[in-house]
């Protein structure tokens, strides 16, 4: 009779019968004193069963159902797991909250920790609290932004605090775990990337989230500077009166063509070439801002800050701003850039 019962909840897939499943289990004897090992066993599933019910109250409490089965099929899937975690958390970011938001989210975290305490022991507890802060950090909300640093290592110089938690404690306690250092690295630039891309202009509040999850970071390592070179970037652009969306910036593969367009839409930009050079630096296509200041023999120039001269000589020429264009010319030759003799033909050609 006890394994028909887990049976016919299992069998159902349907989200919304955890009452009735409730009452099933109520129903079933608890006891094992004097049981023959065959019931050993099926009382072992009992407590499974209990185990996965208490699952399925978690997830419905912020609006994720599943049904049981679902749950114990995934629970020794440690990708699958996560996958729910994280669908749990940012669904929940999107809960409205009656009380205290801090509350709202400590008790959040000390769910996700129980829902892998009972059910996906697959799962590291270090990965609860990186799902979790990822979701305080891609909220959407700066005061939640701001809760996030409490579980994240701001800089190589502090040492991250203690071992994850990993049963329930005291909801309103301060988070006793941090992650490691490059974790939270990763997950403010995860984030940032995510409020960047959905940005539409650089004043975008989504630009503003960005920033602060970058600002969490004291230090900046290359992952971090990048981003903050992107967006300003964006300033430069739309100075330019260049209207592209912040995230067809990021994911225009040569970014020369962004310099290029600068050009063609913008006819004096070619005169700021201090400003597009720091344009093509911020771009990423070179790690020198400047070029070469004289044209001295024997003086190397980046590929990326080759190429944007050429653009500018060439943007220089088509407005017959030849000395400009000679200027620059003059440089390239000097700094044996073999790729600018076709604009120096054309100059020369011009003059």
Same mark, same amino acid.
């Given at each position: 009779?006890?394994?028909?019962?887990?049976?016919?909840?299992y069998?159902?897939e349907?989200?919304?019968?955890?009452?009735?499943?409730d009452?099933?289990?109520?129903?079933?004897?608890m006891?094992?004193?004097?049981?023959?090992?065959?019931?050993?066993?099926?009382?072992?599933?009992?407590?499974?069963?209990?185990d996965?019910l208490?699952?399925? @109250?978690?997830?419905?409490?912020?609006?994720?159902?599943k049904?049981?089965s679902?749950?114990?099929?995934?629970q020794?899937?440690?990708? @699958?797991?996560?996958?729910?975690?994280?669908k749990?958390?940012?669904?929940?970011?999107?809960?409205?909250?009656?009380?205290?938001? @801090?509350?709202?989210?400590r008790n959040?975290?000390?769910?996700?920790l129980t829902?892998?305490?009972?059910?996906?022991?697959?799962v590291?507890?270090?990965?609860?609290?990186?799902?979790?802060?990822?979701?305080?950090l891609?909220?959407?909300?700066?005061a939640n932004?701001?809760?996030?640093?409490?579980?994240?290592?701001s800089?190589l110089?502090?040492?991250?605090?203690?071992?994850p938690?990993?049963?329930k404690?005291?909801?309103?306690?301060?988070f006793?775990?941090?992650?490691?250092?490059?974790?939270?690295?990763?997950l403010?630039?995860h984030?940032?990337r995510?409020?960047?891309?959905?940005?539409?202009?650089y004043?975008?509040e989504?630009?503003?989230?960005?920033?602060?999850?970058?600002?969490?970071?004291?230090?900046?390592?290359?992952?971090?500077?990048?981003?903050?070179?992107?967006?300003?970037?964006?300033?430069?652009?739309?100075?330019?009166?260049?209207?592209?969306?912040?995230?067809?910036v990021?994911l225009?593969e040569?970014?020369?063509?962004i310099?290029?367009?600068v050009? @063609?839409?913008?006819?004096d930009?070619?005169?700021?070439?201090?400003?597009?050079?720091?344009?093509?630096?911020l771009?990423?296509?070179?790690?020198?801002e400047?070029?070469?200041a004289?044209?001295?023999?024997?003086?190397?120039?980046a590929?990326?800050?080759?190429?944007?001269?050429?653009?500018?000589?060439?943007?220089?020429?088509?407005?017959?701003d030849?000395?400009f264009?000679?200027?620059?010319?003059?440089?390239?030759?000097?700094?044996?850039?073999?790729?600018?003799?076709?604009?120096?033909?054309?100059?020369?050609?011009q003059?």
């Amino acid at each position: 009779m006890m394994s028909l019962a887990l049976k016919c909840v299992y069998a159902c897939e349907r989200c919304d019968q955890l009452d009735a499943a409730d009452k099933i289990l109520e129903c079933l004897p608890m006891g094992t004193a004097g049981l023959s090992e065959e019931l050993l066993v099926v009382h072992k599933d009992i407590d499974k069963l209990e185990d996965h019910l208490s699952a399925m @109250e978690i997830l419905n409490l912020y609006g994720t159902q599943k049904p049981i089965s679902h749950i114990r099929n995934i629970q020794d899937s440690p990708a @699958e797991a996560k996958q729910l975690m994280v669908k749990l958390t940012r669904g929940a970011s999107r809960q409205p909250s009656s009380g205290s938001q @801090e509350t709202f989210w400590r008790n959040l975290l000390q769910h996700l920790l129980t829902l892998r305490g009972r059910v996906f022991t697959c799962v590291e507890p270090s990965t609860c609290y990186q799902v979790f802060t990822e979701s305080l950090l891609c909220s959407g909300q700066e005061a939640n932004i701001q809760l996030a640093s409490q579980l994240l290592t701001s800089s190589l110089q502090t040492p991250s605090r203690s071992e994850p938690q990993t049963s329930k404690a005291t909801p309103t306690s301060g988070f006793s775990y941090q992650l490691p250092y490059d974790k939270s690295v990763e997950l403010v630039v995860h984030a940032a990337r995510e409020y960047f891309n959905s940005a539409a202009n650089y004043r975008d509040e989504d630009m503003t989230l960005a920033r602060s999850c970058l600002a969490l970071i004291k230090e900046r390592p290359p992952a971090i500077q990048s981003e903050l070179n992107l967006f300003s970037s964006l300033e430069i652009i739309e100075g330019c009166g260049l209207d592209l969306l912040p995230l067809q910036v990021r994911l225009c593969e040569n970014k020369l063509d962004i310099i290029k367009r600068v050009l @063609e839409e913008c006819p004096d930009a070619y005169k700021q070439s201090k400003k597009l050079f720091r344009l093509a630096h911020l771009l990423g296509l070179d790690g020198v801002e400047t070029p070469v200041a004289m044209p001295t023999a024997g003086i190397t120039m980046a590929p990326g800050q080759g190429h944007t001269s050429i653009l500018i000589a060439n943007a220089a020429i088509e407005k017959g701003d030849l000395r400009f264009a000679h200027k620059l010319c003059s440089q390239l030759m000097s700094a044996q850039f073999s790729p600018a003799w076709e604009v120096h033909v054309r100059w020369t050609v011009q003059s």
